[in-house]
């Protein structure tokens, strides 16, 4: 078994929680608290991630053409309240102790497997593209409320289809969004992308 070191002080997650444990702490409100505080990030930046991601690809509408790994950087105080210090958009993965070879290269694993990347993914997604563009150009007979409702439709499919193949293949990951008090959130999600267009339309005027 691989175990931390007095000169790094990094620890697992099971020995974290071994840790709260021993000493008596409720492991899941810690837990809770911290996802609440990772919720609420991802949050704020969601109207910039996707309006970024609608730029670079305005006619993917189905899945996830591309992903982003975030590390987090929490700190609990002496109250075991969680604060966030940073987020970073490209943390390290280099692998200078026998502790981060195992869990970063296991983390690296469970990532490319879940992302259930093949030849023929990325070429359905170009021939959907394709067909998009083909629809706007030759106007497909129905009206635009149909084919909007047929698109919806569609991708709602779709995307059960794409959770339910995470759930099966999460490995060491735990979603932690869509949760049990998801109508907690859903409102921040709404305002996030009504202050984000107020914001750049003051900024072009």
Known sequence: AVVSTQSTGKRKITQLNKWF????YNKEKIWADIEDVIIKTLIVSHPTLKHNYRTCFPNHNRGSACFEILGFDIMLDRKLKPWLLEVNHSPSFHTDAPLDKDIKEGFLADTIK???CSYLERKRCIEEDRRRVK???FAK????QQQAQEMLDSDKAYSLVLEQFEVNNCGGFRSIFPCANEAKYRPFFQHSGSLFTETVAVTVD
Do not use: F
């Open 141 to 144: 007979s129905g009206t635009r």
């Open 135 to 137: 629809e706007r150009l």
């Open 114 to 116: 879940m992302l259930n």
């Open 21 to 24: 444990d021993i000493n008596g």
